[in-house]
């Protein structure tokens, strides 16, 4: 007989002893626990109401020491709620009472479960000491402390304190559902109405729960987009969409107008884009959200991006360069004068990389000025002007105002047209360092790009820098991967070595990651310097694959290669590789000029 077994029929002994269990109890719980053998026989015993609460806590307290906790007088602080996820505390039959420097104390229902503890430990990052508590009155706190209560704001306002937690797709339903009864199924149509069914509790406890699980979940962007029958809200976690609720349709548009009235925009309004943005303060800082309010067949879809200052690093070392990608870049922007161009898609991280530039370029020696649309982050000691082109503040109009400001470093948002490229190289020629985006897939076709809004070769090879193209990977959670051998099948492609034995990353997924096997991304680039050589090939008219080709020669690694080393050091996966790169279609080695 097992450790386990005996301490089981021992278990069972004692309870049917002290009176706890009935014989019967006892017989049912060994039934149910051999089908579900994970599971407790004491947190069976407890769900099922078959045993006698008050005495289980007074002998587990008896046996092994634990601390006995009334919890019908105490208040639980939200601080503490935050570091055990609610879903976590009813699967555990726990709640947390005090925290001392880095010691959490947890009453607990069962604390002779010692997977519990060690979960508990995992997502709070705390050291756990067990006590003991009632069985109903640990559900009854959970209940109750857990009801979140969030508070959001608009402008410059005073911002009220959010709940240090976020709520679980089973709360966020629930809310759903009472303001779907509360909205009786209508459709306001009159801004007045609209106004009223914004501001009922549960469509401002909804939104508010809504936008602090985005901050609790580190998304980018929540989406909340109408259709036929329902409405559908999701987030975007680490580059993956994640669906949270699904409330009815009639619900729909006490949701926008709730958002409408914190962005400051017009209610009545369902015709025209709007845009927008408020704070939300949560978890003990303040949140930017940016707002997107765009007519769609069904009515009308909000994109909230989710620009939390708290979160970004704004520091070359921490997004993940590699040590020569980092020299290279800060040796790029210590020069006096050109171009720094970032590109890649939408989420690419194109704006976090130049800001991080920025921040490590600021001095109080430097003047540095940015044109953005929208600014999405402030940064303390930069200018930073937001393009308003209603009022016919453009990038170019603004580049033109910024230049007799005699800035020594300035940021463009975004390259999308030949007059703002013109203004840019100009700058970039007249003495300044500028850093700017462009939408291209890969480094090297940025110079296309840039010769088809009309720009001379000779002017790109005098005045470009450099030229990053970057994508966003998830990283693995450090917690569930694991190693195993790459299949021979995909060795061709991703340019391995097939004689050599190599193994890569995966993760299975853990409470920590939420299931995900990813937590944070991490960025994978394709770095373009301007070499004697490369300059050479662009004067005379070389095509695209001809720069690459000669670039990969000098040791450029392209957006394949870094992400292949990113696996094999066990960052991410091969699958992400799959999911974020293309193949890399050119040779290493070049074949000559294009004529």
């Known amino acids: 007989m097992s450790e386990n077994e005996k301490f089981r029929i021992d278990i069972q002994q004692l309870l049917e002893r002290e009176g706890i269990v009935s014989a019967e109890d006892v017989e049912w719980a060994a039934g149910e626990h051999a089908k579900q053998p994970k599971k407790p026989m004491i947190d069976l015993l407890l769900e099922a109401g078959k045993c006698d609460e008050k005495k289980l806590a007074s002998l587990l307290c008896a046996l092994y020491g634990y601390r006995l906790v009334s919890l019908r007088m105490l208040v639980i602080h939200e601080d503490l709620l935050g570091l055990i996820p609610k879903k976590v505390a009813e699967e555990y039959h726990c709640v947390p009472v005090s925290l001392l420097d880095k010691t959490l104390t947890v ?33 009854e706190a959970i209940e109750k402390s857990y009801s979140a209560s969030g508070a959001v704001t608009s402008g410059n ?13 089973d709360e966020l339903i629930d809310l759903a559902r009472q303001a779907e009864q509360d909205a009786g199924g209508a459709r306001p149509e ?17 939104v508010n729960m809504v936008l602090i699980e985005g901050v609790r979940r580190r998304a980018s962007d929540i989406f909340i987009e109408p259709w036929e029958t329902h409405v559908r809200v999701r987030l975007r976690v680490d580059g993956i969409l994640e669906e949270i609720v699904r409330p009815q349709k009639s619900y729909a548009s006490a949701i926008v107008s709730r958002i409408k009235i914190m962005s400051q925009l017009n209610i009545a309004e369902h015709r025209v884009p709007q845009d927008g943005r408020f704070k939300v303060r949560t978890q003990g800082r ?7 309010v765009l007519p769609s067949s069904f009515g009308e879809k909000v994109c909230l991006r989710i620009l939390d200052t708290g979160s970004q690093a704004h520091d070359i070392s921490k997004l993940g360069f590699s040590e020569s990608e980092q020299q290279i870049i800060r040796d790029s922007a210590k020069k006096p ?11 690419s991280g194109k704006t976090t990389t130049l800001y991080s530039v920025l921040k490590y370029l600021d001095s109080p020696q430097v003047n540095i000025t940015t044109v953005e649309d929208p600014v999405e982050y402030q940064i303390p000691g930069i200018n930073q002007v937001n393009v308003r082109e209603a009022i016919g503040l453009t990038f170019p109009a603004a580049l033109r105002s910024i230049l007799r400001q005699d800035p020594d470093v300035v940021l463009i948002g975004e390259i999308r047209d030949a007059e703002t490229l013109d203004i840019a190289v100009k700058a970039a020629l007249t003495g300044h360092l500028v850093l700017s985006t462009l939408h291209t897939n890969d480094s090297v076709s940025s110079i296309t790009r840039m010769v088809n809004l009309g720009l001379e070769p000779f002017l790109i ?10 994508r966003l990977v998830r990283k693995l959670c450090p917690r569930c991967r694991y190693a195993y051998d790459l299949e021979p099948e995909l060795y061709p492609l991703l340019h391995l070595d097939p004689s050599q034995k190599i193994r890569v990353w995966k993760a299975k997924g853990c409470v920590q990651c939420r299931q995900m096997g990813y937590q944070g991304r991490s960025v994978i680039t394709e770095i373009l310097q301007m070499s004697p050589e490369i300059i050479e090939l662009i004067m005379q008219g070389a095509s695209a694959d001809v720069i690459k080709i000669k670039a990969r020669e000098q040791g450029m690694r392209t957006l394949r290669e870094s992400a292949v080393q990113k696996a094999l050091a066990g960052e991410t996966s091969v699958d992400e590789i799959f999911r974020v790169t293309t193949e890399d279609q050119a040779p290493k080695r070049a074949s000559g000029v294009a004529p």
């Open 461 to 470: 090879a005098s005045t470009v820098l450099m030229i990053s193209a970057q």
């Open 107 to 139: 009453a607990f229902a069962n604390p002779t479960n010692l997977k519990a503890i060690d979960e508990v430990q995992i997502v709070s990052g705390k050291r756990i000491r067990a006590a003991v508590a009632e069985y109903s009155l640990i559900r």
């Open 190 to 206: 009159q801004a007045s109405d609209l106004m009223h069914l914004a501001s009922q509790a549960p469509v401002v406890k909804l």
């Open 286 to 292: 303040e949140v930017d959200m940016r707002v997107s």
């Open 337 to 347: 004068h050109g171009m720094i161009l970032v590109t890649g898609p939408t989420g």
């Open 157 to 169: 306002a005073k911002l009220p304190e959010a709940v240090n937690t976020g709520p679980e797709t």
